[in-house]
């Protein structure tokens, strides 16, 4: 009768089994995870706005060099009323706003000889509202307002440049009388509704000498305004 018998495990395999398993768990516990990648919002959000900005001014940049234009400037201060000069004058490039109707630097020449509708300040510049061939008033003329309610005024509404007569009138208590009644002619320069008190405010342009006078009249109260004839 044969006996079999079982192979014995040996401990030296065993041994070696462990250790191949410890080496294994202490070459796994040196390699370190892979860090996880952590989003900062604020840091997107500054990237995203430092592009946008750069986008902003580049489109700024581009702006100003293709709207820049020839204006004319004004090298030395003009008083208002005071006649303009070729050396009161100068052209820049620069960009404007259309809206401020500059003069063109083509049109230096048509500036030249004409008078400051206001001051001008050395640096400033030169729009088409900012000068005018005469200015008001005009030498030896002198501007008067006359207040006088809508009933003493034409029905046809005034304008600037309107030749009128400021009429001396008797007023309520007066009477008309055969004489010729005084009046002083004039030319209008502006018309200024006050809604409070119900009155027109005409500015005139009378000659020097009879400023006076018709300031005088006006302050009365009793005056009205007629419009003459517009042709001319």
């Known amino acids: 009768m044969s006996v079999t018998t079982e192979p014995k495990t040996r401990p030296t395999t065993r ?22 990648l952590r989003r900062r919002p604020l840091l997107v959000v500054a990237s995203v706005a430092a592009v946008c900005l750069g986008g902003l001014l580049g489109v700024w940049a581009y702006t100003s060099v293709t709207t820049a234009q020839e204006v004319v400037a004004v090298r030395s201060t003009v008083q208002r009323g005071a006649l303009i000069s070729r050396e009161d ?12 109707n500059p003069v063109p630097a083509g049109q230096l020449d048509g500036v030249v000889g004409q008078r400051a509708a206001v001051d001008l300040p050395a640096g400033g510049l030169v729009t088409q509202g900012s000068i005018a061939a005469t200015v008001v008033p005009a030498h030896d003329m002198s501007v008067v307002g006359v207040a006088v309610p809508a009933a003493l005024l034409p029905g046809e509404p005034l304008r600037a440049g309107d030749q009128v007569r400021v009429v001396a009138t008797p007023g309520q208590q007066g009477e008309v009388t055969d004489e010729e009644q005084r009046s002083i002619t004039a030319m209008v320069v502006g018309v200024y509704p006050e809604a409070d008190s119900g009155q027109t405010v005409v500015s005139v342009q009378v000659p020097y000498d009879q400023a006076a006078e018709l300031a005088a009249r006006a302050a009365t109260g009793k005056v009205a305004v007629v419009l003459d004839s517009r042709e001319r």
Not at 15 to 35: G, L, Q
Not at 91 to 98: L, Q
């Open 89 to 100: 004058l100068v052209t820049v490039r620069i960009g404007v706003d259309p809206a401020l």
């Open 15 to 36: 041994r070696a089994n462990k250790t191949a398993e410890a080496a294994t768990t202490a070459v796994d516990a040196r390699i370190a995870p892979p860090p996880k």
